[in-house]
């Protein structure tokens, strides 16, 4: 009776063992994929947020920059961007018309309103426009801060590594003219590189066998005139 009872403890603990070993194979690779969404997604929201600075600084400057420094910095700190401005020439408009009724093309037809350029600050004009969208701890919509600007050149995973993207420009010959291009980009290698090894290969085998897919993340491309993302 006693040998009985060792032996069904052994099965006992046996099939705990197994059920735990199975259970561990199948939330691995679920547990993987749920960090790995986690960490692409965060990748995304920066390379975006890039992007628009990016394309910022060339509607600015008339090309992209291959610097961190200098797309930040400039952007941060230069009245730089030219816009139009309506300006009311309410010493020109009667007395008997409402400025705000009359159409634009009518009222500079008549010299009451006039376009002119001014210099804004090219950050200061995207968070107006709404264009540094972040969501908040808060789960609300807002533009980001200095601080989440100047932090968008790292890579926002592994936490305990402050990676910096790969960030390039330059200018490409197309049909006889040169065309501006960029490239801001982060390998998987680097983004996963504190996640289990062998998962991270699969991935990134996986991630290589799409026609033309970077085994990682980016937008822009230094061989071709666009600013998709290859996330998008």
């Known amino acids: ?18 059920a735990y070993w199975l259970y561990n194979s199948i939330m ?22 890039i992007r628009t600075l990016e394309e910022a600084y060339k509607l600015t400057y008339g090309k992209y920059t291959g610097s961190f420094d200098t797309l ?20 020109k408009i009667p007395a008997d018309v409402d400025i705000n009724e009359v159409p634009e ?17 090219p950050i200061a004009k ?4 709404g264009k ?5 701890a808060d789960g609300k919509k807002r533009q980001l801060t200095d601080e989440e600007i100047r932090n968008l050149r790292y890579v926002p995973y592994p936490k305990d590594q402050k990676n910096e993207f790969d960030l390039q420009a330059g200018m490409l010959e197309k049909s006889g003219f040169f065309v501006p291009v960029f490239e801001c980009k982060v390998p998987l290698t680097q983004l996963l590189s504190d996640m289990d090894k062998q998962q991270v290969v699969n991935k990134i085998d ?12 980016k937008v822009g491309d230094m ?3 666009v600013t998709d993302g290859n996330f998008e």
């Open 1 to 18: 009776m006693k040998g009985r009872t060792i032996i069904q403890i052994v099965l006992a603990v046996a099939i705990v063992g197994l």
């Open 28 to 49: 691995t690779p679920v547990r993987f994929d749920t960090e790995y969404t986690k960490r692409r997604d965060a990748c995304a929201e920066k390379l975006k947020s």
């Open 72 to 91: 930040i910095n400039r952007l941060m700190t230069e009245d730089s961007m030219k816009v139009v401005s309506k300006v009311n020439n309410y010493d």
């Open 105 to 121: 093309s009518e009222a500079i037809k008549n010299g009451w309103t006039t376009r002119v350029e001014v210099l804004v600050n």
């Open 126 to 129: 995207l968070r107006e426009d």
């Open 132 to 136: 540094l969208p972040i969501i908040g």
């Open 206 to 217: 996986e991630v290589s066998k799409v026609v033309g897919r970077y085994p990682g993340w």
């Open 223 to 225: 061989t071709q005139a």
